[in-house]
């Protein structure tokens, strides 16, 4: 998969598996772009050590990382709190949840966020789950319906989302099926 450069030229698609040693420059990442939405360094290293194959890392030619992935099976229903570690994951999953998909300013605007997208619903169609959730934040909800997601319609579950994750936040699904 190629994607575009901001010059036009192609770029080859940089995204791959986290592993631990990129922990400290994903948390300094973490930090720089979610100032309003922080996670301790142990969280994230709780998320990656529970499902490392839906952590990943994208990187662009002569540059540190510039973006990040966490992502992990999940239960159906009000998503997990920020910033508070998950212990274990669901032995029976019913969905797979985006923690968080993020980008440095610089490497927005060129289709890289968009590029990891199959290759999370391929993560979650292996588990096998029907549906990917996640809560939209910082405006994100009109790129996370390009990606096929809907807001939830149940009330009770935007609520649980806002307190959560704050006034703007929206939870969304995407079917798999």
Same mark, same amino acid.
């Given at each position: 998969?190629?994607?575009?450069?901001?010059?036009?030229?192609?770029?080859?698609?940089?995204?791959?598996?986290? @592993?631990?040693?990129?922990?400290?420059?994903?948390?300094?990442?973490? =930090? #720089?772009?979610?100032?309003?939405? !922080?996670?301790?360094?142990?969280?994230?290293?709780?998320?990656?050590?529970?499902?490392?194959?839906? $952590?990943?890392?994208?990187?662009?030619?002569?540059?540190?990382? $510039?973006?990040? $992935?966490?992502?992990?099976?999940?239960?159906?229903?009000? !998503?997990? =709190?920020?910033?508070?570690?998950?212990?274990?994951?669901?032995?029976?999953?019913? &969905?797979?949840?985006?923690?968080?998909?993020?980008?440095?300013?610089?490497?927005?605007? #060129?289709?890289?966020? =968009?590029?990891?997208? !199959?290759?999370?619903? =391929? %993560?979650?169609?292996?588990?096998?789950?029907?549906?990917?959730?996640?809560?939209? %934040?910082?405006?994100?909800?009109?790129?996370? @319906?390009?990606?096929?997601?809907?807001? &939830?319609?149940?009330?009770?579950?935007?609520?649980?989302? #806002?307190?959560?994750?704050?006034?703007?936040?929206?939870?969304?699904?995407?079917?798999? @099926?």
């Amino acid at each position: 998969m190629v994607d575009a450069m901001s010059d036009g030229s192609p770029a080859p698609r940089q995204w791959q598996l986290m @592993t631990a040693a990129n922990l400290p420059a994903v948390n300094e990442l973490a =930090a #720089r772009i979610h100032p309003d939405f !922080p996670e301790r360094p142990e969280i994230l290293a709780e998320k990656f050590h529970l499902f490392p194959r839906g $952590c990943f890392v994208l990187s662009q030619p002569g540059a540190q990382i $510039c973006g990040y $992935c966490f992502s992990h099976p999940w239960m159906a229903g009000p !998503p997990p =709190a920020l910033d508070t570690r998950l212990h274990t994951l669901p032995q029976q999953p019913d &969905i797979y949840f985006l923690h968080d998909l993020a980008l440095d300013a610089p490497a927005r605007g #060129r289709n890289l966020a =968009a590029s990891l997208v !199959p290759d999370l619903v =391929a %993560v979650a169609r292996s588990i096998p789950v029907q549906r990917l959730a996640l809560v939209a %934040v910082g405006g994100s909800g009109p790129f996370w @319906t390009r990606m096929g997601f809907q807001p &939830i319609p149940d009330e009770a579950m935007q609520a649980a989302a #806002r307190a959560k994750y704050g006034g703007g936040a929206v939870q969304m699904e995407r079917d798999l @099926t």
